[in-house]
Nanobody, 123 residues
Framework: VQLQASGGGLVQPGGSLRLSCAAS????????MGWYRQAPGKERDLVAG???????NYADSVKGRFTISRDNAKNTVYLQMNSLRPEDTAVYYC??????????????????WGQGTQVTVSS
């Protein structure tokens, strides 16, 4: 599976951005997708996730402001970010959790990452 992220940029506080993550390849192995972010000097943390059933989860810091959604026909996941704050500034990464079976018919779980996209919230 390959992931192509897009949509980052510079926005003023209170503004909005929408990130997109398009998956290609063996998309049937994807069990869930999510967005993570990493600010300078900090660890990469989960922002929002969505599984195959459509169940979503969010970091407390973005609840009520960010919305994750997906378009199954396009194999694309979106992150709508509203009411952006300077502390949302980070590199945002798209990730997909995969489940497939190896040659011995054993389940294998892995995660693949897209390239990061910079989001900067500043006046």
């Amino acid at each position: 599976v390959q992931l192509q992220a897009s949509g980052g940029g510079l926005v003023q506080p209170g503004g909005s951005l929408r990130l997109s993550c398009a998956a290609s390849g063996s998309v049937s192995t994807i069990t869930g997708m999510g967005w993570y972010r990493q600010a300078p000097g900090k660890e990469r943390d989960l922002v929002a996730g969505i599984n195959k059933s459509g169940t979503t989860n969010y970091a407390d810091s973005v609840k009520g402001r960010f919305t994750i959604s997906r378009d199954n026909a396009k194999n694309t996941v979106y992150l709508q970010m509203n009411s952006l704050r300077p502390e949302d500034t980070a590199v945002y990464y798209c990730a997909a959790d995969l489940l497939y079976y190896n040659s011995r018919d054993e389940p294998v779980v892995s995660r693949t990452w897209g390239q990061g996209t910079q989001v900067t919230v500043s006046s």
